[in-house]
């Protein structure tokens, strides 16, 4: 996964002293006995791009949709800009909101798509033209002004879509799922325009997505939802490296889990003996953990590495090879340890013909730095 936004030192949300656009304060949503949303406390400041990421059904759309007014919570409160809005209809609200349908007119052509919301805001037609023309600049689109919807692609609609929720200047931008119509290909290209869009206009945007991949890619912080609570809100790499749960380590990403139980914890590192593995193993955790405690051990596949021959070390295990996947940067390799638990690891490609090539069938001695991966106790 590769980030496009770049690192940066400043992060409003770890500053007291900064005042989220956002407070979503003890918010439930039922549908009769079922729980949407469930008990959500959320900030989100101004200029994030944030990320509700999530598997269908956990919640993600609707509290969007509470956020953009289309929906009512069943109790809890929403506050945009330091004013209370639970109760604020979507057309009274400071923001926009970008469906995963787009929902042109077909009727209209794009530039009359995008003045539709500055026209029934009465605004001047001389300022609506500047500001429509500003737009399709900005989005590149300024060539297809007199098209109709039916005669783009997925992506120019997709763009006439974002022209038509930015023309209204909002200081929120809400997206649905917005790159879900797209392949591969341009879904990627479009990331980056997304993200360099974004960072010009600092509007606070908030997306929704299932797809972890895009919310790793474009993010400043993501939170991630399970039937209709929040595992974790992090940064991306923070959320990679370091999962609260196992759920999220699970979620994002790929994983190895094996469960244990706490021997000994001295000067941050914990020595865990876990059945599955075949090993103790070792790791670095700072936080206090009581012998005979029941934990998990997670490391990331591209931690693994092959050693020549099999040792009684903390974290060395050794397997046989049951399945490969070459994808042309990456292999992938799945191996049955003697437990019969199966273990991943991936080798990057460097070689066209990999110096040392491993093949199904062979047994192979793997270990990891304590350092390279996490202890989970939820």
């Not at 997505?209 to 790499?237: F, K, N, Y």
């Not at 099999?310 to 490969?324: K, L, T, W, Y």
Request: proline share 6%; hydrophobic share 40%.
């Amino acid at each position: 996964m590769t980030q496009i936004r770049p690192a940066s030192s400043e992060q409003p949300w770890a500053a007291p002293e900064e005042e989220p656009i956002v407070r979503i304060d003890k918010v439930t949503k039922t549908f009769g006995s079922t729980y949407a949303v469930d008990e959500i406390s959320l900030n989100i400041h101004r200029g994030e791009f944030f990320s509700l990421l999530g598997a269908s059904g956990c919640g993600k759309t609707t509290l969007l949709r509470m956020l953009g007014g289309f929906e009512t919570p069943t109790s809890g409160r929403i506050y945009i800009d330091g004013q209370d809005v639970t109760d604020v209809p979507p057309y009274l609200r400071p923001i926009n909101m970008m469906f995963q349908s787009y929902a042109l007119f077909p009727h209209m052509n794009v530039a009359q798509n995008i003045a539709f919301g500055l026209k029934q805001e009465r605004m001047p037609s001389a300022l609506i033209r500047e500001r429509v023309a500003e737009v399709m600049a900005l989005v590149q689109i300024e060539k297809l002004a007199t098209r109709k919807p039916h005669q783009l692609s997925g992506g120019q609609r997709q763009r006439v879509a974002l022209a038509r929720a930015l023309a209204k200047q909002p200081k929120i931008l809400l997206l649905d799922e917005p790159l879900g119509a797209l392949d591969k290909k341009l879904r990627e290209h479009t990331q980056f325009e997304l993200v360099n869009i974004q960072e010009r206009l600092g509007i606070t945007f908030i997306i929704v997505t299932h797809d972890q991949e895009e919310a790793m890619t474009m993010s400043s912080r993501i939170a991630l939802m399970h039937d209709g609570r929040i595992e974790q809100v992090d940064a991306p790499r923070r959320m990679y490296e370091f999962p609260a749960t196992r759920y999220a380590a699970s979620f994002i990403g790929s994983v190895n889990l094996f469960n244990g139980h706490v021997m000994s914890h001295d000067n941050d590192m914990v020595l865990i003996h876990s059945e599955e593995a075949g090993s103790d193993l070792l790791v670095h955790h700072s936080q206090p953990l009581n012998p005979g405690m029941e934990v998990t051990v997670a490391i990331r596949p591209e931690k693994i590495a092959v050693r020549d021959h099999h040792s009684e070390d903390p974290n060395s295990i050794h397997g046989v090879i049951q399945e490969i996947a070459y994808l042309g940067d990456v292999s992938i390799y799945h191996v049955e340890l003697p437990s019969g638990k199966r273990v991943q690891f991936t080798q990057s490609n460097v070689l066209a013909l990999a110096e040392q090539p491993l093949t199904w069938g062979q047994e192979v001695a793997l270990t990891w730095n304590a350092y390279s991966c996490g202890v989970l106790t939820q």
